[in-house]
């Protein structure tokens, strides 16, 4: 059964700094993977997506990288700011084509 | 182009009633997708319809379905509700069902709190 963890479970960090999220997973027979940001009582917001063919992918100040032999991915986020606070939430797509998703990261950035 | 939508946003309901939710995906969209999001058990799947037909169903009780209809809007129903049911419940559309590369778009939700 596939299983998504991400750590850490909250992130709070000085604007300007560059910093890391982690995503892993249990069963490398994924699809993709997706990150998505979350604010405080909204819908999701897709930020990458990759395939599983795929190693990175890169979003202006974001990049997100899928090792999927180890189950690890990981979404950079560079010079970040205020805007950026939220939850980031990773999902994969499994082999039944469903998305299982992480608890997510809560990501606050002090001005 | 017009993101997914979903109505109502809010609602409140008392044990034992059944509660529809409505969701609209963006045009062109014709796979739809169901999510519960709650505090303790996080995002889980519900199901997926793909021209009127589901095609995917996550592990939730039969006092959960949904149709879609020919336009692709689709509505999901909770029989019977209970208080566990209180959730975000949230709606995501995409233009390519399966596959590695169906990048999935998500309507703000509906906010179910059952009394």
């Known amino acids: 059964k596939q299983e998504v963890t991400q750590i850490p479970a909250a992130l709070s960090v000085p604007e300007g700094e560059n910093l890391v999220l982690n995503c892993s997973f249990t069963?490398?027979?994924?699809?993709?993977l997706q990150w998505f940001r979350q604010d405080p009582g909204k819908g999701l917001t897709s930020l990458l997506l990759?395939?599983?063919s795929q190693r990175e992918q890169t979003s202006g100040r974001l990049n997100a990288s899928l090792d999927k032999s180890s189950g690890r991915s990981t979404l950079y986020i560079a010079a970040s700011q205020p805007g950026d606070s939220a939850t980031y939430l990773c999902?994969?797509?499994?082999?039944?084509?469903?998305?299982?998703w992480g608890a997510g990261t809560k990501l606050i950035i002090k001005p | 182009k017009a993101g997914v939508t979903q109505t109502p946003r809010y609602l409140i309901k008392t044990r034992g009633q059944q509660v529809t939710l409505s969701c609209s995906p963006i045009?062109?969209?014709?796979?739809v997708s169901w999510y519960q999001q709650t505090p303790g058990q996080g995002l889980q799947f519900l199901f997926e319809?793909?021209?009127?037909?589901?095609?995917n169903k996550g592990n939730f009780p039969g006092r959960f379905s949904g149709r879609q209809f020919s336009n692709s809007r689709s509505e999901m129903n909770v029989s019977t509700l209970e208080l566990g049911d209180s959730a975000l419940y949230l709606c995501?559309?995409?233009?390519?069902?399966?596959?590695?590369?169906?990048?999935?778009?998500f309507g703000p939700g509906t906010r179910l709190t059952v009394t």
């Open positions: 069963d490398s027979a994924i699809y993709n």
């Open positions: 319809y793909f021209s009127e037909t589901q095609r």
């Open positions: 990759i395939q599983s």
């Open positions: 999902a994969v797509k499994n082999s039944n084509y469903q998305l299982i």
């Open positions: 045009s062109g969209h014709r796979s």
């Open positions: 995501a559309s995409s233009s390519v069902p399966g596959g590695t590369t169906d990048e999935q778009y």
